[in-house]
């Protein structure tokens, strides 16, 4: 019990990043992050994607309400919404202290970047759907259909 309050509490964080990555584009009078700002938070909202991804493998393993697991559902979708906004031009190559794993096709094939998670956002969202309805079997399906969508742009535009 206490890693899933853990897991609720990290999860929310994904859309709090969203949010902040957010506010600095649309207030250009408040000063812009650095690129290891924006670096470090996709790194820290790619962290807290994954927590979701377990706080809700972890709900399906135990049988746990599936409706508590909207939220991270959602999360997951708010954060593939913004992903390709935290992958600006003079982010590519990263700093001695916070090195990226980002592959430089992430810029040189913009296009296929923004639907891999265009893709992304509307799995998670259908995800969230199958939560709301507490639909056990479509939940547990739809989330390996949300891995695999997440892989997939791994796949091809990270370096592991």
């Known amino acids: 019990m206490r890693l899933r309050s853990h897991l609720l509490a990290v999860g929310g964080g994904t859309a709090l990043a969203a949010t ?7 207030a ?13 938070a996709r790194q820290a909202a790619l962290d807290l994607s994954v927590m979701d991804m377990a706080e809700m ?7 746990s309400d599936l409706k508590k697991q909207v939220y991270p559902a959602t999360s997951l ?21 916070l090195p990226t794993k980002a ?25 969230a759907d199958f939560a709301r309805a507490a639909d056990a079997d479509g939940f547990g399906t739809q ?15 990270k370096n592991e």
């Open 77 to 97: 979708m708010r954060w593939a919404k913004v992903l390709p906004t935290l992958f600006p031009a003079g982010t590519e190559k990263g700093a001695t202290a």
């Open 103 to 127: 592959r430089p096709e992430i810029w040189s094939n913009r296009a296929d970047f923004e639907k891999a998670a265009a893709n992304y956002a509307e799995q998670a969202s259908k995800l």
């Open 143 to 157: 989330l390996k259909v949300v891995s695999k969508a997440c892989d997939a742009c791994h796949d091809k535009f």
């Open 57 to 63: 493998q972890l709900a399906l393993k135990e049988g």
């Open 28 to 40: 250009p009078e408040l000063q812009s992050p650095t690129p290891e700002q924006i670096i470090a």
């Open 20 to 26: 902040i990555a957010l506010s600095f584009a649309a």
